[in-house]
T-cell receptor, first 114, second 112 residues
Framework: AQTVTQSQPEMSVQEAETVTLSCTYD???????LFWYKQPPSRQMILVIR??????QNATENRFSVNFQKAAKSFSLKISDSQLGDTAMYFC???????????FGSGTKLNVKP | DGGITQSPKYLFRKEGQNVTLSCEQN?????MYWYRQDPGQGLRLIYY???????QKGDIAEGYSVSREKKESFPLTVTSAQKNPTAFYLC???????????FGPGTRLLVL
C-alpha cells in the first residue's frame, strides 16, 4: 500500500518570508502523480500544485514550487513571499498512474503571522 | 458558474437513521469521489465512480452506499451500519481517471 508522510504537524512563518513543507511517500511504482492541496479555514480543498513523476523538472505555480526528489521519495513544497491568505492546512497527496486513488498525508497546519 | 456543489453544509443524524449527502458537478467530469476527513487526519476514500452506473469501494466503504445514475450526480448515503459517522465529507470530481481531482465545499455530519 502507498503511504504519505507529513512529519510537520504545524509550522509558522512571518509574512513575506519563505517556508518549506515536507512530504515523503512510499511506493514501488515508477509512474505516479504528486499533489499539494490547501485547505483554508473554509475547509474547501484547493489544488496548489501537481507534479508528474516522469518529469524531472520541478513544478512551479507563481509563489509555490516543489522540490521533487524521486530517488529519495521526497516532495516538499516551498512557499515564497508568504501571505496571510496562505494560512491553511496543507496536504500532500499521491496518485498511482494507472489507478485514480489518492493517498493523503495527515497534513501540515501553516500559520502566516503578520 | 462551473463547479462542484455539496448539500447540505451541515447535517444531523439520529441514531439508526440513514442520511444522504448530495454532490453535483457541472464540469462534465467522468469520475467522482467521496472522501471522509476526521480531525487531525488526511482524507480517506469511501467510494469512487469512473463512469455512470459504475462505482467501486474505496478504503472505508463499510456503512456507506452510493449511486451514479447521472453523470453530474454522485450521492452518498450514510447508513445506520456506520457506527461512527461524525466527520467532514468531501466530494471530488476529475475529468477522467488519473487526472487532478477538484473538490466541493464539504458537508459536516453530526450525530445527535
Amino acid at each position: 500500500a502507498q503511504t504519505v508522510t507529513q512529519s510537520q504537524p504545524e509550522m509558522s512563518v512571518q509574512e513575506a518570508e519563505t517556508v518549506t513543507l515536507s512530504c515523503t511517500y512510499d511506493t514501488s511504482e515508477s509512474n505516479y502523480y504528486l499533489f499539494w492541496y490547501k485547505q483554508p479555514p473554509s475547509r474547501q480543498m484547493i489544488l496548489v500544485i501537481r507534479q508528474e513523476a516522469y518529469k524531472q523538472q520541478n513544478a512551479t505555480e507563481n509563489r509555490f514550487s516543489v522540490n521533487f526528489q524521486k530517488a529519495a521519495k521526497s516532495f516538499s513544497l516551498k512557499i515564497s513571499d508568504s501571505q496571510l491568505g496562505d494560512t491553511a492546512m496543507y496536504f500532500c497527496a499521491f496518485m498511482e498512474y494507472n489507478f485514480n486513488k489518492f493517498y493523503f498525508g495527515s497534513g501540515t497546519k501553516l500559520n502566516v503571522k503578520p | 458558474d462551473g463547479g462542484i456543489t455539496q448539500s447540505p453544509k451541515y447535517l444531523f443524524r439520529k441514531e439508526g437513521q440513514n442520511v444522504t449527502l448530495s454532490c453535483e458537478q457541472n464540469l462534465n467530469h467522468d469520475a467522482m469521489y467521496w472522501y471522509r476527513q476526521d480531525p487531525g487526519q488526511g482524507l480517506r476514500l469511501i467510494y469512487y465512480s469512473q463512469i455512470v452506473n459504475d462505482f467501486q469501494k474505496g478504503d472505508i466503504a463499510e456503512g456507506y452506499s452510493v449511486s451514479r445514475e447521472k453523470k453530474e450526480s454522485f450521492p452518498l448515503t450514510v447508513t445506520s451500519a456506520q457506527k461512527n459517522p461524525t466527520a467532514f465529507y468531501l466530494c471530488a470530481s476529475s475529468r477522467r481517471s488519473q487526472e487532478t481531482q477538484y473538490f466541493g465545499p464539504g458537508t459536516r455530519l453530526l450525530v445527535l
